[in-house]
Nanobody, 119 residues
Framework: QVQLVESGGGLVQTGGSLRLSCAASGSIFSINTMRWYRQSPGKERELVAGIASGGSTHYADFVKGRFTISRDNAKNTMYLQMNSLKVEDTAVYYC?????????????WGQGTQVTVSS
């Protein structure tokens, strides 16, 4: 069974840092683009950052210069280093990955990890 499992969320003060991880497991042939999304109460889920299999990255304007996305293809794992956190970064952070299970790439979601930034 294929799973995406996020970890690393928690409670941090304004200006602090957290590092999120997203590990893909199961019978996976390959992984294409991986992305982090987030969702706050009452808001729609929004894209935070993405990273292609070759390493090219893109970021939402609201995290540029503060967050860094990376991946370890050997471990099927993606990371999000979050620095200079703000109260408005509080959200559930979700991992999304395009997984090839043998029949082409299909998007999969993780269960989410809560990030809370206190003032």
């Amino acid at each position: 069974q294929v799973q995406l499992v996020e970890s690393g969320g928690g409670l941090v003060q304004t200006g602090g840092s957290l590092r999120l991880s997203c590990a893909a497991s199961g019978s996976i042939f390959s992984i294409n683009t991986m992305r982090w999304y987030r969702q706050s109460p009452g808001k729609e889920r929004e894209l935070v950052a993405g990273i292609a299999s070759g390493g090219s990255t893109h970021y939402a304007d609201f995290v540029k210069g503060r967050f860094t996305i990376s991946r370890d293809n050997a471990k099927n794992t993606m990371y999000l280093q979050m620095n200079s956190l703000k109260v408005e970064d509080t959200a559930v952070y979700y991992c999304h990955a395009e997984l090839n299970l043998g029949r082409g790439f299909i998007g999969h979601w993780g269960q989410g990890t809560q990030v809370t930034v206190s003032s």
